[in-house]
């Protein structure tokens, strides 16, 4: 009896120190502020997975030079927005600018600078064309509204003189989770077929009038290498790291361009507007890769909310003037496209207009 | 007078349990005996105040998830309505959502996982509980079966992905339908697999609890094993037996990540089960961290809540059909 007293007393203190530790838990995710947390040696962002490996070598090498540690959550574009919004982290990140929606949510102006440029690739399984396929626009729109459903359909053939087409069925792959790539893949879409703007639109999810879905880029990947005839958007990086076919796409100007970090940055390389919310999608650069993409850190442009000091701002800020300049050196390695002059440029004037209590933190 | 009566009572059981009455006088005089007992209420005490509080707990728990359910989905509930249970699109651009193709998807992969794994469970529970209760191959047998249940759903999505899909893809081509290889079919395999052991553990320990006595009772007529089978252990097992599947479909209606991984993820109403779908599980799983707009996340919660009510409406029904079993 005695002992049994005793495992009940025990049982209770350990219930009472769980309960104890879930409200605080609790009470922490609710005031979990960064500004009221101590360490200002410790910046916290949250965002786009794109960007995560990037983000882990600079910040890495930012850390080795500069002392101050990123805390980077790779937990997908609409919740890094999220968490901004909700003022959880310093910055956020993200492959698609902020919709009115999500604009309308944020309590105050948030700034987009433009960090890197990535471009989605179409890869495709046909173990019997050994030469790089070649798609139009309108080939391409045509595939991803199930209107062209076999390999070789006229369309398809008549741009790709001197390869023999399968007479195997397309079987499209998209993105089964919200993601930037999509928003960027229905973007340029949406740019250049006008059936498909009316029916799909763009965004980070879509009603996707044909196809399989699979989660994340490796998912399409794997549905795409397993599936034979098969056609799908990924990440251009992970199409070259993994050795997978990719197609050429005619740009505006007509000509067909393979993706690659070069012809993404020339894609990049055109009129940026002042704040920097452009889609680079189908611009006009005669060298540059049509479905190419921006991705950018989100901050605020007044940097005093929520008790944060001025210290904190300035090392932010700080932090990113260096990802768009020095910082850029990181991105050729790991399959990113190193931003343009004209971007870095425009970077820089945005990053000067943010403010601590009213006063600019850059001089 | 009263005093007197009470005087003879007290005589007449101390005449015959004079020893027992005296040894608890004993007990209850002594301080040490006292505090013992006042424990030993407090703790009886505490123990059931704290039985009460764990179940009270657990009731708040649940009842807490449906309210935050409902009160999240009140923004989709006022722009979609009721049209969202049956509507076929599901369109986040535009802003129209309809649950209908994830209803269906998730319907058909458990029910169909369900009439696959029915056989194998039923059969490994009669195995292990009737033919071969003791012994190290049943053991091992056993201990099998309850890993199945412990592995994690995303290596069910793995193997599906690198051995069933390129099976059933094969499959598909003998059968001359589109071999995408991921679908509902394929889905409801890896579901069946996954489910198997909560119907067989519950059927075997029933099986075993069966009365010896009826079943010697059986053999003694002259019936053979089949049909001690057949006509003593499947009758008095029954409800227990149907729990077990019960336990089997709850689990595969809520089963996301493998799910999602075979499936094919697509909005699209299946025409066949070869044909790709979604379940409303998965969907919530791909979309709920990109959900960029208010009404698409309240949406997705309100999928949650179907969900939720597909559970208790299949559970109530469960228990139903269980008491009539048990009924009869």
New interface residues.
């Given amino acids: ?1 005695k002992i ?2 005793h495992n ?1 007393k025990s ?2 203190t350990l219930g009472v120190f769980f309960a104890i530790l879930t409200i605080s838990a609790c009470g922490d995710g609710g005031n979990g502020t960064t500004g009221s947390s101590g360490d200002d040696n410790t910046l916290i962002g949250a965002g786009s997975s794109f960007d995560n490996p990037l983000f882990s070598k600079m910040f890495s090498e930012y850390n080795k030079a500069n002392g101050l540690r990123v805390n980077y959550q790779s ?5 890094g ?1 999220s968490q901004l919004t909700n003022k959880t982290v310093d910055f956020g990140a993200s492959d698609a600018p902020m ?1 009115s ?2 604009d309308s ?1 944020a309590s105050a102006a948030i700034l987009h600078i433009p960090v890197t440029a990535g471009a989605v690739a179409l890869s495709y399984n046909l173990p019997e064309v050994k030469d790089t396929l070649r798609l139009t626009p309108t080939v391409l729109a045509g595939i991803f509204l199930g209107k062209i459903s076999r390999w070789d359909d006229p369309q398809i053939a008549s741009i790709n003189k001197g390869i023999k087409l399968p007479s195997t ?1 397309i ?1 499209v792959a998209h993105r ?4 930037g790539t999509t928003n960027i893949f229905s973007t340029y879409l949406s740019k250049v077929s006008e059936d498909w703007n009316a029916k ?9 009038p ?6 994340g880029t490796e ?1 399409v990947a ?2 795409v290498k ?3 005839g098969a056609i799908g958007y990924i990440e251009l990086a992970y199409a070259i790291q993994n050795n997978m076919a990719y197609a050429k796409i005619q740009n505006k100007s007509g000509s067909f361009i393979a993706p690659s970090i070069a012809s993404v940055t020339a894609a990049a390389n055109v009129n940026i507007p002042q704040d920097s919310k452009i889609s680079l999608t189908n611009t006009d650069a005669s060298d540059g890769y049509p479905i190419s993409g921006f991705s950018w850190v989100l901050i605020y442009k007044e940097q005093k909310y929520n008790n944060r000091r001025s210290d904190r701002a300035a090392k932010l800020l700080k932090l990113i003037s260096w990802m768009i300049h020095d910082g850029q050196q990181f991105s050729g390695p790991l399959t990113y496209a190193p931003l343009s002059t004209a971007a870095a440029t425009v970077g820089d004037a945005i990053l000067k207009t943010a403010t601590y209590d009213g006063k600019p933190i850059l001089p | 007078m009263s005093e007197a009566t009470i005087e003879n009572k007290g005589i007449a059981l101390s005449d015959s349990k004079l020893g027992v009455i005296n040894s608890d006088l004993a007990l209850i005089q002594s301080k040490k005996g006292v505090r013992r007992l006042n424990r030993q209420i407090r703790t009886e005490n505490t123990f059931r105040k704290m039985l009460l509080l764990m179940g009270l707990i657990m009731i708040l728990l649940v009842i807490g998830i449906l309210f935050t359910l409902l009160l999240e989905s009140i923004p989709s509930l006022k722009a979609l309505g009721l049209k969202y249970l049956w509507g076929k699109t599901w369109d986040p651009v535009q802003d129209i959502y309809g649950a209908y193709p994830f209803l269906l998807g998730t319907l058909l992969t458990s029910f169909l996982a369900l009439i696959i794994s029915i056989p194998f469970s039923i059969a490994i529970a009669v195995f292990l509980g009737e033919y071969y209760p003791k012994g190290w191959i049943p053991d091992f047998l056993k201990n099998t079966v309850e890993l199945i249940a412990a592995v994690p759903s995303v290596i069910y999505g793995f193997w599906g992905l690198a051995v069933l899909v390129p099976m059933v893809r094969s499959l598909e081509t003998t059968l001359h339908v589109d071999p995408y290889g991921v679908g509902i079919f394929t889905s409801s395999l890896i579901l069946a697999v996954m489910i198997i052991p909560y119907a067989a553990s519950l059927g075997r320990s029933v099986i075993q609890m069966v009365p010896s006595s009826l079943k010697e009772g059986a053999y003694a007529l002259g019936a053979t094993r089949w049909e001690v089978i057949r006509s003593v252990i499947i009758p008095y097992t029954k409800s227990g037996l149907f729990a077990g599947i019960l336990l089997s479909l709850g689990r595969a209606l809520g089963e996301t990540m493998a799910v999602t991984m075979v499936i094919g993820n697509t909005s699209i109403i299946p025409k066949s089960i070869f044909a790709p779908g979604n379940t409303m599980a998965s969907v919530i799983a791909n979309e709920f961290t990109e959900a960029d707009k208010p009404v698409y996340l309240s949406a997705l919660i309100e999928l949650g809540l179907v969900l939720f009510l597909v559970t208790v409406v299949i559970n109530m029904i469960g228990k139903r059909v269980i008491r009539r079993f048990t009924n009869e």
Avoid: E, H, Y
């Fill in positions: 009896m049994r007293f009940l049982t209770l937990i997908g574009s609409g919740a927005i919709n929606k999500q949510a069925g079987v089964s989770d919200g993601s799909v639109g763009k965004g980070s999810s879509v009603n996707w044909v196809g399989l879905g699979g989660k998912g794997g549905l397993q599936t034979p």
